[in-house]
C-alpha cells in the first residue's frame, strides 16, 4: 500500500508561481511512475503531467507545456510540479498519483492506469 499527500497549493494570482510536492510512502517509491492530474468544478478529472520511475521519461498535456514542470527525488521519495505562468484555468484541486512499474521507465498518460491516488490539494489562480 502506498500513501500520497499532496501540498504546495493556495491562493495565487495570475502570471505568480507555485511547486506542489506529494510526499509518498513506503520504500519502493522508485518502482513508481507517478503522475499528476487536475480537477475543476464540474469538470472530469484530467492529465497534467506524468513522470517515470528513472526521472528520464516526462509527458505534460498542451495545456501546461512549457511552464509546468515535474521532477522527482527518489532519495526523498517525493515528486514535484513546478507550475509557472499561472492561469486562471489552471484552478483546480490537483492529485497526484502512483503507478507500480518496476519494468518500465514509461510515463503514464490515463487515470485508470494509476493505483494509488492522493487526496489533492487545491490551486486558486485570480485573474
Known amino acids: 500500500q502506498v500513501q500520497l499527500v499532496e501540498s504546495g497549493g493556495g491562493l495565487v494570482q495570475a502570471g505568480d508561481s507555485l511547486r506542489l510536492s506529494c510526499a509518498t510512502s513506503g520504500r519502493t517509491f522508485s518502482s513508481y511512475a507517478m503522475g499528476w492530474f487536475r480537477q475543476a468544478p464540474g469538470k472530469e478529472r484530467e492529465f497534467v503531467s506524468a513522470?517515470?520511475?528513472?526521472?528520464?521519461?516526462?509527458v505534460y498535456a498542451d495545456s501546461v507545456k512549457g511552464r509546468f514542470t515535474i521532477s522527482r527525488d527518489n532519495a526523498k521519495n517525493t515528486v514535484y510540479l513546478y507550475m509557472n505562468s499561472l492561469k486562471s484555468e489552471d484552478t483546480a484541486v490537483y492529485y497526484c498519483?502512483?503507478?507500480?512499474?518496476?519494468?518500465?521507465?514509461?510515463?503514464?498518460?490515463?487515470?485508470?492506469?494509476?493505483?494509488?491516488w492522493g487526496q489533492g490539494t487545491q490551486v486558486t489562480v485570480s485573474s
Open positions: 513522470i517515470g520511475w528513472s526521472g528520464v521519461n516526462t
Open positions: 498519483a502512483a503507478k507500480r512499474a518496476l519494468y518500465s521507465s514509461s510515463a503514464y498518460v490515463a487515470k485508470d492506469d494509476y493505483d494509488y
